[in-house]
């Protein structure tokens, strides 16, 4: 009910601005409606953050606010039309129209039914699966987590500096969500909302370029079709909002330059500063989009000079209203806007070194492109044998090593002969991917060079840019997410890809049915979310569905929800990347004290300041928790990690809580023991590969240890 409330009274105030600002399009109202929402819940973040006041009655009364203003500015604009009435739900719901379309591009209905039909099974995954990606339960919800529990944005020690000095804007919305359900249910939807309002701009930036409006629909419907898109759209990372707010930014500062239109710009300016503040990797594009700017500027300086003046005052408001909050804090706390220097020289690198990372990355990046991700295995795997042979012969040629390593130190992450999953960390756009959009990419820039066009241009730069400057830093399997900004923005090229005339008929046909064959696999055999396979998520309980991307943290969550209560204050003594998350409990009601850095002794005083019952901690060696916890009691242990108890412990009590735990899990897709074999032998611990025993890739750990296990 509270989210019902709250998220009336956002649309409410988006609603009356946007109609204030009359702007020049129907897809530039709901863009724009888009924008001022988000905008709403960040701003009223913002505020209630700064005054320690992080709960849902503050949230409710700040919208309210929001919403009378708006009341009283749209009344004195002479209350113009809504935008219900410049959408025309008359029209939008008119039968005949909708016949008439079904005729004529019957191929576009069908591959509009398949996308709404794999987002629709989005929705219900989102509803049914607990967010389960590594950085989400490492930092992007964890950061949701200390938020409520210390009433404020600003930083908490932590082993961890991802979560105290990143752009926060995703995580904001994910925060909305719980305040007002009280749990993580809905968190993915801000992730999958991102999708609707990029096709928006995609859409939109097509009929600027001159698509006709079943072109522009079908680039928006054939962009949410790739496999980064499809499969991010489920999680609660942050890409395909920066993609959303970015590409609405740039489709809106194009149409307010070419309509004159001031109200398109200054919400152009408030979704700049909206990507800025949701991801770091937005200013790798601000080249590109400079040199566009001073493009635009050049060839017509009487009669731009005034429309980017306000675009650019519009930019530096979004970006100190929306865009700045935790750059002031890390100013504030870490003497540098991105953070602690040394965490920033960890990301960068050292200057010296890009230019032979970019030299050894490029030819990297252009083999990763050819993406075979949602494609059957039986097509995939020759396919991908080829590739690599290729490949092979081609990195010969260029000296490149075939093992990638990421170029800062590490052993390789992979190599030519390692084909990524179904996944969201690995996953690239497919095959429409580099067989459509990569050549429209390179035919449109050509073309927009040959007719001097700097609106086509631009996203090609803007794109260019942004690669350019991730290639330098490092090479992961995982980075192609960072790509799924310009992948937006170039979308719109996507449009000339379809052809009317029956001349046309057989590539219409051949590239819907591409995309919903790669659309359908990706969707029921995603590894985070599998449902189809030897493990369906359906067959899963909750902490086997939250942990499926990294099993050997299922044990450790497993005994902290049988041991440890669900008001229990605890203590953590953690890695960089360990999950620490989920152990805020599902309704959030536990509290979590990082102890970083860790201290040389951990004593029975120390936890009772705190009120501190329990401590978990992740030791490999297994030296810390004998030498700095030695006076706390061990009550479970596998692996790293420990559960350590202050009081005195009933270990009867222990053993029966944590009795038969590993057999609550179903395993019979991996093992079965023999009935014979009943009382005469058991499996002391259980380890699957990474990804699941769909995705082995390593082995399988029976046994306490390599003397005993098999």
Same mark, same amino acid.
């Given at each position: 009910m509270g989210l019902l409330v709250a998220a009336t009274l956002v649309v409410t105030f988006a609603l009356l601005v946007v109609s204030v600002l009359r702007l020049p399009s129907r897809i530039a109202a709901l863009v724009g409606l888009y924008l001022l929402a988000y905008a709403n819940v960040v701003l009223v973040a913002e505020v209630a953050a700064t005054v320690r006041m992080l709960n849902a009655s503050a949230f409710l009364l700040i919208h309210l606010a929001l919403a009378i203003a708006a009341s009283i500015l749209w009344n004195r604009a002479g209350r113009p039309p809504l935008i219900w009435r410049s959408v025309s739900i008359r029209s939008v719901l008119n039968g005949r129209r909708a016949l008439n379309s079904l005729r004529t591009h019957p191929l576009l209905w069908v591959l509009g039914l398949g996308v709404t039909a794999a987002y629709l099974i989005g929705a219900g995954l989102i509803l049914r699966v607990p967010p389960n990606n590594w950085d989400s339960l490492a930092y992007h919800l964890s950061r949701v987590g200390y938020w409520?529990?210390?009433?404020?944005?600003?930083?908490?020690?932590?082993?961890?500096?991802?979560?105290?000095?990143?752009?926060?804007?995703a995580e904001i919305g994910v925060m909305w969500t719980v305040l007002f359900v009280g749990t993580d249910q809905w968190a993915g939807f801000v992730q999958w909302s991102a999708v609707a309002a990029s096709m928006a701009a995609i859409a939109g930036l097509s009929q600027l370029f001159g698509a006709s409006r079943a072109q522009a629909v079908f680039a928006a419907l054939l962009w949410a079709t790739l496999p980064e898109i499809l499969l991010q759209s489920t999680t609660t990372q942050n890409d395909l909002l920066a993609g959303a707010f970015f590409a609405s930014a740039i489709y809106l500062l194009y149409l307010g330059l070419q309509s004159r239109h001031n109200g398109a710009l200054l919400l152009s300016g408030l979704g700049m500063g909206l990507a800025l503040g949701t991801k770091t990797t937005i200013l790798f594009l601000l080249p590109g989009l400079a040199v566009t700017i001073l493009v635009l500027w050049f060839g017509h300086v009487r009669q731009r000079t005034r429309q980017l003046l306000v675009w650019t005052g519009a930019s530096l408001a979004g970006f100190l209203l929306v865009g700045a909050y935790v750059l002031a804090l890390n100013l504030v706390v870490y003497g540098h806007p991105l953070g602690p220097p040394s965490f920033v020289n960890d990301l960068a690198g050292s200057p010296e070194s890009w230019p032979g990372r970019l030299t050894a990355n490029i030819p990297r990046g252009l083999y990763q492109s050819v993406d075979l991700t949602g494609l059957p295995d039986s097509i995939a795997e020759p396919l991908h044998q080829v590739k690599a042979d290729v490949g092979t012969r081609v990195f010969s040629t260029l000296n490149v090593p075939t093992d990638f390593t990421p170029a800062v130190g590490e052993p390789g992450e992979s190599d030519l002969h390692w084909r990524p999953p179904v996944h969201e960390d690995f996953a690239a756009f497919g095959p429409v991917g580099f067989l459509l959009l990569v050549p429209a990419v390179t035919y449109q820039a050509s073309v927009a060079l040959a007719r001097k066009d700097p609106l086509r241009l631009g996203l090609a730069l803007m794109s260019v840019s942004l690669f350019l400057a991730i290639l330098p830093l490092s090479w992961y399997p995982w980075d192609n997410r960072y790509l799924v900004v310009a992948v937006t923005l170039c979308a719109p090229f996507l449009a000339l890809c379809w052809r009317s005339g029956s001349a046309y008929a057989l590539l219409r046909c051949s590239i819907v049915a591409l995309a919903l064959l790669v659309m359908g696999w990706t969707t029921? %055999?995603?590894?985070?979310?599998?449902?189809?396979?030897?493990?369906?998520?359906?067959?899963?309980?909750?902490?086997?569905?939250?942990?499926?991307? %990294?099993s050997s943290v299922e044990p450790v969550l497993r005994a902290a929800e049988r041991l440890i209560p669900q008001n229990a204050v605890v203590g953590t003594v953690m890695g960089y990347n360990d999950y620490d998350y989920p152990l805020f409990g599902r309704r959030f009601t536990r509290t979590v004290v990082p102890f970083y850095p860790p201290p040389k002794s951990i004593d029975h005083q120390l936890l009772e300041e705190q009120s501190i019952d329990f401590v978990i901690v992740t030791d490999y060696s297994g030296t810390y928790v004998s030498n700095s916890l030695a006076g706390l009691r061990t009550v479970w242990n596998t692996g790293p990690w420990y559960i350590l108890y202050r009081g005195e412990a009933d270990f009867n009590e222990w053993d029966a809580r944590l009795r038969n735990l590993l057999l609550e899990v179903n395993r019979k897709s991996v093992l079965t023991v023999d009935e014979s074999l009943a009382q005469r032998a058991g499996v002391g611990e259980f380890t699957l590969p990474q990804w699941g025993e769909d995705y082995p890739g390593g082995f399988i750990w029976l046994g306490e240890g390599a003397e005993e296990g098999i």
């Amino acid at each position: 009910m509270g989210l019902l409330v709250a998220a009336t009274l956002v649309v409410t105030f988006a609603l009356l601005v946007v109609s204030v600002l009359r702007l020049p399009s129907r897809i530039a109202a709901l863009v724009g409606l888009y924008l001022l929402a988000y905008a709403n819940v960040v701003l009223v973040a913002e505020v209630a953050a700064t005054v320690r006041m992080l709960n849902a009655s503050a949230f409710l009364l700040i919208h309210l606010a929001l919403a009378i203003a708006a009341s009283i500015l749209w009344n004195r604009a002479g209350r113009p039309p809504l935008i219900w009435r410049s959408v025309s739900i008359r029209s939008v719901l008119n039968g005949r129209r909708a016949l008439n379309s079904l005729r004529t591009h019957p191929l576009l209905w069908v591959l509009g039914l398949g996308v709404t039909a794999a987002y629709l099974i989005g929705a219900g995954l989102i509803l049914r699966v607990p967010p389960n990606n590594w950085d989400s339960l490492a930092y992007h919800l964890s950061r949701v987590g200390y938020w409520l529990q210390h009433n404020s944005f600003y930083p908490w020690p932590t082993p961890n500096l991802r979560q105290t000095t990143l752009p926060m804007n995703a995580e904001i919305g994910v925060m909305w969500t719980v305040l007002f359900v009280g749990t993580d249910q809905w968190a993915g939807f801000v992730q999958w909302s991102a999708v609707a309002a990029s096709m928006a701009a995609i859409a939109g930036l097509s009929q600027l370029f001159g698509a006709s409006r079943a072109q522009a629909v079908f680039a928006a419907l054939l962009w949410a079709t790739l496999p980064e898109i499809l499969l991010q759209s489920t999680t609660t990372q942050n890409d395909l909002l920066a993609g959303a707010f970015f590409a609405s930014a740039i489709y809106l500062l194009y149409l307010g330059l070419q309509s004159r239109h001031n109200g398109a710009l200054l919400l152009s300016g408030l979704g700049m500063g909206l990507a800025l503040g949701t991801k770091t990797t937005i200013l790798f594009l601000l080249p590109g989009l400079a040199v566009t700017i001073l493009v635009l500027w050049f060839g017509h300086v009487r009669q731009r000079t005034r429309q980017l003046l306000v675009w650019t005052g519009a930019s530096l408001a979004g970006f100190l209203l929306v865009g700045a909050y935790v750059l002031a804090l890390n100013l504030v706390v870490y003497g540098h806007p991105l953070g602690p220097p040394s965490f920033v020289n960890d990301l960068a690198g050292s200057p010296e070194s890009w230019p032979g990372r970019l030299t050894a990355n490029i030819p990297r990046g252009l083999y990763q492109s050819v993406d075979l991700t949602g494609l059957p295995d039986s097509i995939a795997e020759p396919l991908h044998q080829v590739k690599a042979d290729v490949g092979t012969r081609v990195f010969s040629t260029l000296n490149v090593p075939t093992d990638f390593t990421p170029a800062v130190g590490e052993p390789g992450e992979s190599d030519l002969h390692w084909r990524p999953p179904v996944h969201e960390d690995f996953a690239a756009f497919g095959p429409v991917g580099f067989l459509l959009l990569v050549p429209a990419v390179t035919y449109q820039a050509s073309v927009a060079l040959a007719r001097k066009d700097p609106l086509r241009l631009g996203l090609a730069l803007m794109s260019v840019s942004l690669f350019l400057a991730i290639l330098p830093l490092s090479w992961y399997p995982w980075d192609n997410r960072y790509l799924v900004v310009a992948v937006t923005l170039c979308a719109p090229f996507l449009a000339l890809c379809w052809r009317s005339g029956s001349a046309y008929a057989l590539l219409r046909c051949s590239i819907v049915a591409l995309a919903l064959l790669v659309m359908g696999w990706t969707t029921t %055999h995603n590894l985070s979310k599998p449902i189809f396979g030897a493990r369906r998520i359906w067959d899963m309980d909750t902490i086997e569905r939250q942990t499926i991307n %990294h099993s050997s943290v299922e044990p450790v969550l497993r005994a902290a929800e049988r041991l440890i209560p669900q008001n229990a204050v605890v203590g953590t003594v953690m890695g960089y990347n360990d999950y620490d998350y989920p152990l805020f409990g599902r309704r959030f009601t536990r509290t979590v004290v990082p102890f970083y850095p860790p201290p040389k002794s951990i004593d029975h005083q120390l936890l009772e300041e705190q009120s501190i019952d329990f401590v978990i901690v992740t030791d490999y060696s297994g030296t810390y928790v004998s030498n700095s916890l030695a006076g706390l009691r061990t009550v479970w242990n596998t692996g790293p990690w420990y559960i350590l108890y202050r009081g005195e412990a009933d270990f009867n009590e222990w053993d029966a809580r944590l009795r038969n735990l590993l057999l609550e899990v179903n395993r019979k897709s991996v093992l079965t023991v023999d009935e014979s074999l009943a009382q005469r032998a058991g499996v002391g611990e259980f380890t699957l590969p990474q990804w699941g025993e769909d995705y082995p890739g390593g082995f399988i750990w029976l046994g306490e240890g390599a003397e005993e296990g098999i």
